[in-house]
């Protein structure tokens, strides 16, 4: 089955504690990109990435890392948390192929940074 | 960069009525997109529509580039229906960098 898996779920930290956040997709993806949710601010995208080792700043990068290693992965590294990164991250990847750039999305994690 | 607006922000709808969502940008696009939000947080992938029109069963949607908007069709709602509608454009052709609407929620009621 073709998926974007994120892990965890679920996470609960306290500031400044490091933690990341994995991303998968099985469907040979070249793009793959972070976002993040919050309410009444839609989503907005904190990196992407075009391929391996290539990787830019979207709208919202501060505080925020990442590297893509290997072409299913792109994990969302945070090096010290604080409160106003708790937000629900979604990671998504799609194909750059014309007319196949529909974004598959992961199903989310829920990060409280206390 | 590019804005992108939606209208309405919010819609509540009985069952099997028919609705239009709207989403407007500032700058020409080649790369479009509806989800839908389900209540429990997960994201589909409605349409991709840069121009033209598409439909899915109860769902179309139709993009006029040239005018810089796309409007999403709901047919019959159901409940299932309800949720989070957002458009997103890719900001400049090739770069994967998109920018989100900030959605259209709608309710449907039995």
């Known amino acids: 089955e073709a998926q974007v898996t994120q892990n965890p779920r679920y996470l609960i930290t306290v500031t400044g504690k490091k933690l990341t956040v994995t991303c998968s997709q099985n469907m040979n993806h070249e793009y793959m990109s972070w976002y993040r949710q919050d309410p009444g601010l839609g989503l907005r995208q904190i990196y992407y990435s075009m391929n391996v080792e290539v990787t830019d700043k979207g709208d919202v990068p501060e505080g925020y890392k990442v590297s893509r290693k290997e072409k299913r992965n792109f994990p969302l590294i945070l090096e010290s948390p604080s409160p106003n990164q708790t937000s629900l991250y979604f990671c998504a990847s799609s194909s750059p192929i014309a007319g196949q750039e529909t974004q598959y999305f992961g199903p989310g994690t829920r990060l409280l940074v206390l | ?110």
Do not use: M
């Open chain 2, 1 to 110: 960069g590019i804005q992108v607006e939606q209208s309405p922000p919010d819609l509540i709808l009985q069952e099997g009525a028919n609705s239009t969502l709207r989403c407007n940008f500032s700058d020409s696009v080649n790369n479009l997109q509806w989800f839908h939000q389900n209540p429990w947080g997960q994201l589909i992938n409605l349409f991709y529509i840069p121009s033209g029109t598409k439909q899915n069963g109860r769902l179309s949607a139709t993009t006029v580039a040239t005018e810089r908007y796309s409007l999403l069709y709901i047919s019959s709602s159901q409940t299932t229906d309800s949720g989070v509608y957002f458009c997103a454009v890719e900001e400049t052709s090739g770069t994967y960098k998109y920018i989100f609407g900030t959605g259209t929620r709608l309710k449907v009621l039995a």
